[in-house]
């Protein structure tokens, strides 16, 4: 017989005589086990809702990945639409709600599907020689975008099915570039490139395609950022230009090329900063997508601007709404976009009017995400500091919000959470600074605890009110420790300026924020032994690491170093995007004014004294390994106390289940080493 974790916990509390009421802290292991949602799908007519669902397992063998839906004319009733060992992703409705489209790889690869709500199994849409990356479906329901792997130069999929056999055929194993970038994230570059194609449904299954860009030796940006125009007869997709200068800018243009093929009109040609997420109007009337203004800037606020498809006329909606656009969706007046965006430490739901541009906020309590409107509702994703993500509805004016699933709901109520509160105090020069604090999970305010100071990577990013599944900030509350989370200078979701004031100024504001908030904390919060102190960063949370061990030696007891930047130099020379170090560290590593000298923490090695962990990924090309190596040589090499951790088939992250689990307890051994009274 099968045991659920939750059925095994309670025959433990049994068997050791705990009353039934008993709670478990939470544990690593438990994130494997949590069912998690994504592609939140809502029909047209907004009547019933398709989500996928990773059911998950106490081992990796137990968990599934299949299909739901949730019918609102049914008393919400739910119905399992697949049960397929292979994953189905990607779910896009027929324009008449009578039928599902995803992508699943059930014949060896990924390839898309079609489901008929009426009855019947799934049938295949496509058979094509290569893997289908993405799709969209035309609102006529008679072509699909898709987003294929093709060599450059190639006509055909004939063509780059033969270069993919030359390439096997052959006896050496060298790769050779040209130009950069060579590799990216995690994999060496091949070659090959993510294209445009475009098939017709008049015949089933698909087995070719045409490709829009065939000479092009640039990717689209991803099939999301792809959209049929209202007459189905072009399409709009996001894509650098072809060229040799793709590593060192961020110029993403939207251009439009007919389903024949062509040319591409470039629609953003005047703005040489990132254009992307076309989408158009209920009504076709308007092309709306997003922008920024500062070229080589990948944290520049996202703007939603408007086309008019007939005046031509182009207005940028959120020119004095001083907050970045993270998704948006027409509602089906036409009148109205509702936009997700970060906003003080949540991401929220607002509402925009097209007209005037007036913005009222719906929802914002936590981190929305995977944004539905229809006439009568919205539908999105939410999760909180102590919530996995669920799936809500809320009325258009933010009314009425209702948890519509509680996938973890069995487990979550067997599992303590320790209480959170966000908090503010004067940082650099005074400026407001916000950050969260996490209780140890059964809290007695007349003890002291230790401190668990987590700093977040990016640099422009946020440790915010969010359920973490790499730094899950009630883990280290499970383990007795106070966590405190500071939204430094350069976080986002406090405004521009705010984000844009860590650029050239990496060990400067920062420094200060997290100085003050330290020393903020144990004087609000009394029962925080900050004597008792270690902490930990990923990226530039590692960089700020390796910072604090030559600029602030004598704070923490301990350090922990997650893909950290040590010598900048080095890594401006072997990181793949070379447009981020050289807008936010003001040019080449070579440039007399540039900051990879000035905010280098292999320069102050010398001043080195805490103990420290570091961990990396010998997959990372975005802070590649040798940076955690060079930390660890200089630990090593004066004699303090350090450890080095390396996983080999992990990126920038830590994503397998087993290897999340080994990480967490190497830090939390660590810590505990340090940490102890």
Same mark, same amino acid.
């Given at each position: 017989?099968?045991?659920?974790?939750?059925?095994?916990?309670?025959? +433990?509390?049994?068997?050791?005589? %705990?009353?039934?009421?008993?709670?478990?802290?939470?544990?690593?292991?438990?994130?494997?086990?949590?069912?998690?949602?994504?592609?939140?799908?809502?029909?047209?007519?907004?009547?019933?809702?398709?989500?996928?669902?990773?059911? !998950?397992?106490?081992?990796?063998?137990?968990?599934?990945?299949?299909?739901?839906?949730?019918?609102?004319?049914?008393?919400?009733?739910?119905?399992?639409?697949?049960?397929?060992?292979?994953?189905?992703?990607?779910?896009? /409705?027929?324009?008449?709600?009578?039928?599902?489209?995803?992508?699943?790889?059930? &014949?060896?690869?990924?390839?898309?599907?079609?489901?008929?709500?009426?009855?019947?199994?799934?049938?295949?849409?496509?058979?094509?020689? %290569? $893997?289908?990356?993405?799709?969209?479906?035309?609102?006529?329901?008679?072509?699909?975008?898709?987003?294929?792997?093709?060599?450059?130069?190639?006509?055909?999929?004939?063509? &780059?099915?033969?270069?993919?056999?030359?390439?096997?055929?052959?006896?050496?194993?060298?790769?050779?570039?040209?130009?950069?970038?060579?590799?990216?994230?995690? =994999?060496?570059? #091949?070659?090959?490139?993510?294209?445009?194609?475009?098939?017709?449904?008049? *015949?089933?299954?698909?087995?070719?395609?045409?490709?829009?860009?065939?000479?092009?030796?640039?990717?689209?940006?991803?099939?999301?950022?792809?959209?049929?125009?209202?007459?189905?007869?072009?399409?709009?997709?996001?894509?650098?230009?072809?060229?040799?200068?793709?590593? /060192?800018? *961020?110029?993403?243009?939207?251009?439009?090329?007919?389903?024949?093929?062509?040319?591409?009109?470039?629609?953003?040609?005047?703005?040489?900063?990132?254009?992307?997420?076309?989408?158009?109007?209920?009504?076709?009337?308007?092309?709306?997508?997003?922008?920024?203004?500062?070229?080589?800037?990948?944290?520049?606020?996202?703007?939603?601007?408007?086309?008019?498809?007939?005046?031509?006329?182009? *207005?940028?909606? &959120?020119?004095?709404?001083?907050?970045?656009?993270?998704?948006?969706?027409?509602?089906? #007046?036409?009148?109205?976009?509702?936009?997700?965006?970060? #906003?003080? @430490?949540?991401?929220?739901?607002?509402?925009?009017?097209?007209?005037?541009?007036?913005?009222?906020?719906?929802?914002?309590?936590?981190?929305?995400?995977?944004?539905?409107?229809?006439?009568?509702?919205?539908?999105?994703?939410?999760?909180? +500091?102590?919530? $996995?993500?669920?799936?809500?509805?809320?009325?258009?004016?933010?009314?009425?919000?209702?948890?519509?699933?509680?996938?973890?709901?069995?487990?979550?109520?067997?599992?303590?959470?320790?209480?959170?509160?966000?908090?503010?105090?004067?940082?650099?020069?005074?400026?407001?600074?916000? !950050?969260?604090?996490?209780?140890?999970?059964?809290?007695?305010?007349?003890?002291?605890?230790? +401190?668990?100071?987590?700093?977040?990577?990016?640099?422009?990013?946020?440790?915010?009110?969010?359920?973490?599944?790499? /730094?899950?900030?009630?883990?280290?509350?499970?383990?007795?420790?106070?966590?405190?989370?500071?939204?430094?200078?350069?976080?986002?979701?406090? @405004?521009?300026?705010?984000?844009?004031?860590?650029?050239?100024?990496?060990?400067?504001?920062? %420094?200060?924020?997290?100085?003050?908030?330290?020393?903020?904390?144990?004087?609000?919060?009394?029962?925080?032994?900050?004597?008792?102190?270690?902490?930990?960063?990923?990226?530039?949370?590692?960089?700020?690491?390796? /910072?604090?061990?030559?600029?602030?030696?004598?704070?923490?007891?301990?350090?922990?170093?997650?893909?950290? %930047?040590?010598?900048?130099?080095?890594?401006?020379?072997?990181?793949?995007?070379?447009?981020?170090?050289?807008?936010?560290?003001?040019?080449?590593?070579?440039?007399?004014?540039?900051?990879?000298?000035?905010?280098?923490?292999?320069?102050?090695?010398?001043?080195?004294?805490?103990?420290?962990?570091?961990?990396?990924?010998?997959?990372?090309?975005?802070?590649?390994?040798?940076?955690?190596?060079?930390?660890? *040589?200089?630990?090593?090499?004066?004699?303090?106390?350090?450890?080095?951790?390396?996983?080999?088939?992990?990126?920038?992250?830590?994503?397998?289940?087993?290897? =999340?689990?080994?990480?967490?307890?190497?830090?939390?051994?660590?810590?505990?080493?340090?940490?102890?009274?």
């Amino acid at each position: 017989m099968k045991i659920s974790f939750v059925t095994l916990s309670a025959m +433990l509390i049994a068997g050791f005589g %705990l009353q039934a009421s008993t709670k478990t802290p939470l544990q690593v292991e438990h994130l494997a086990q949590f069912n998690q949602l994504s592609d939140i799908v809502l029909a047209p007519g907004g009547n019933q809702l398709v989500f996928a669902q990773k059911n !998950g397992g106490v081992k990796p063998a137990d968990s599934s990945h299949d299909l739901y839906l949730m019918d609102f004319s049914r008393n919400n009733s739910v119905q399992r639409l697949t049960q397929n060992s292979s994953r189905e992703h990607q779910v896009r /409705w027929a324009a008449d709600g009578s039928a599902i489209y995803f992508l699943a790889d059930r &014949t060896g690869s990924n390839q898309v599907w079609r489901l008929n709500l009426a009855g019947g199994e799934a049938q295949q849409v496509t058979d094509l020689p %290569l $893997p289908v990356q993405g799709f969209q479906l035309s609102a006529d329901g008679k072509l699909l975008a898709l987003a294929l792997r093709h060599k450059p130069g190639c006509g055909d999929i004939a063509c &780059t099915l033969k270069a993919q056999a030359a390439d096997a055929a052959r006896d050496d194993t060298a790769m050779v570039y040209d130009q950069l970038m060579v590799r990216h994230w995690d =994999r060496w570059l #091949d070659g090959y490139r993510t294209h445009l194609f475009v098939a017709s449904l008049d *015949t089933k299954p698909v087995t070719d395609a045409r490709n829009l860009m065939p000479d092009w030796n640039s990717d689209i940006a991803g099939i999301n950022e792809v959209a049929f125009t209202p007459d189905q007869q072009h399409l709009v997709f996001s894509a650098k230009m072809p060229g040799v200068d793709e590593s /060192w800018h *961020t110029n993403f243009d939207i251009f439009e090329v007919s389903i024949e093929g062509g040319e591409k009109k470039n629609l953003t040609a005047d703005n040489p900063a990132w254009d992307s997420h076309p989408s158009f109007s209920p009504d076709g009337r308007f092309m709306a997508y997003l922008a920024m203004t500062t070229p080589q800037a990948e944290s520049d606020r996202r703007r939603l601007v408007l086309l008019d498809q007939v005046t031509n006329q182009r *207005t940028v909606l &959120t020119e004095d709404w001083d907050r970045s656009i993270y998704s948006y969706q027409f509602g089906p #007046d036409n009148r109205t976009i509702y936009v997700t965006t970060q #906003d003080v @430490g949540q991401v929220s739901i607002y509402a925009i009017n097209t007209s005037f541009g007036d913005v009222r906020k719906v929802y914002g309590d936590g981190t929305a995400g995977h944004l539905n409107v229809a006439a009568d509702r919205i539908v999105f994703s939410n999760h909180r +500091l102590n919530q $996995p993500t669920e799936i809500y509805q809320i009325q258009p004016d933010g009314s009425r919000l209702q948890q519509l699933t509680h996938v973890n709901g069995p487990l979550l109520e067997g599992i303590a959470f320790g209480d959170f509160e966000q908090f503010s105090f004067a940082g650099w020069e005074g400026n407001t600074v916000y !950050g969260y604090l996490v209780k140890p999970v059964n809290f007695d305010a007349s003890k002291r605890y230790p +401190l668990a100071y987590l700093v977040h990577g990016g640099p422009q990013g946020s440790f915010g009110n969010m359920f973490h599944y790499r /730094w899950n900030a009630q883990l280290w509350a499970a383990q007795g420790y106070v966590v405190v989370m500071v939204d430094f200078h350069g976080s986002t979701g406090y @405004g521009q300026a705010f984000t844009d004031s860590i650029s050239r100024d990496w060990g400067g504001k920062p %420094l200060v924020d997290l100085q003050k908030g330290f020393e903020y904390v144990q004087s609000a919060y009394p029962w925080i032994d900050g004597d008792r102190a270690c902490a930990l960063g990923a990226s530039y949370g590692g960089y700020m690491m390796n /910072w604090f061990a030559g600029k602030w030696p004598d704070a923490f007891r301990c350090l922990v170093n997650h893909a950290g %930047l040590y010598d900048m130099p080095s890594f401006y020379s072997s990181t793949e995007e070379l447009f981020f170090p050289e807008f936010d560290l003001g040019g080449t590593a070579w440039d007399e004014d540039s900051d990879y000298a000035k905010f280098n923490p292999a320069a102050y090695a010398d001043n080195w004294q805490t103990p420290m962990l570091v961990i990396h990924g010998l997959k990372d090309y975005r802070v590649p390994y040798a940076q955690g190596l060079g930390a660890f *040589t200089n630990l090593q090499r004066k004699g303090i106390e350090s450890r080095l951790v390396i996983f080999p088939d992990e990126n920038h992250w830590i994503q397998q289940p087993a290897n =999340r689990v080994r990480w967490y307890n190497e830090v939390f051994d660590w810590m505990k080493r340090f940490t102890a009274e």
